[in-house]
């Protein structure tokens, strides 16, 4: 199964016909726009990072978002949303990719979530999900794996898993790693539908990172590989 944009909802065609630059500004403004709003959290609660990575490779650009806000500090919601934009510098349809999946999560013990949202595409349009969440952090680790199910006609089953490295290298700079994958099956076709391995490797001072980085991606059930290598930068954003 190889997603086709020619079928995608009128919304996400007209993304499509504009510049590469411009539907980075819309995509860039539509995820900020979100997590402006206010939350319910108090100014004392410690507020969690927005981590924004960008990453010049061989053959596309890529930009990752991932936002995390608790509703307040007692609650046992949060929200999630771990966005990413890429394009190729030819500006070709067919290398463009959106994807903004949004959860809203609730913790049932120590680190474990179920989790229910919706995901936009811009080859496939927005549909629901549920699925089940676990997180874990400190000050040199971050694990997040989520398995969920699509509520859509091909019922995808995802596995998604972010997972950071950070030990000190020194009192101020911190050795920065960071593995992300994707796996998505339609279990009505019984075929691969999309993956990918991301790969990043490099140095973290503060609030500020960057280094070498890799994306592996495979699209439909021929596995259509795109690799891109290249060099990323990354700010998180208090």
Known sequence: MY?????????MQGLNNKPVLQQLFLFVALILS????PVLAQESHPKTPTPVEFMAGNNRMF?????IKEFSPESKFDFLSVSSFSAGYDN????????IPLYINYTIYKGF?????????NHVGIFPRLGAKHSFTNKEWVA???ASFYLNSQKNVELFGIYEYKPPITPKINLFTRLQFLYIHSTRDKLHARSFLQLRTGLKINALNFGIGAN???YGDEKMFKPNYGVFVGWAFQ
């Not at 997603?3 to 919304?11: D, I, M, R, S, T």
């Not at 979100?34 to 709003?37: T, V």
């Open 92 to 99: 070709k349809e067919e290398d463009l990719d959106i994807a």
């Open 63 to 67: 930009f990752q978002m991932v936002v």
């Open 216 to 218: 592996l991606d495979q």
């Open 3 to 11: 997603f086709n944009a020619k079928k995608c909802p009128k919304v």
């Open 144 to 146: 997040v794996t989520i």
């Open 34 to 37: 979100g997590i402006s709003q």
């Open 113 to 121: 979530s179920i989790a229910g949202g919706a995901t936009v595409n």
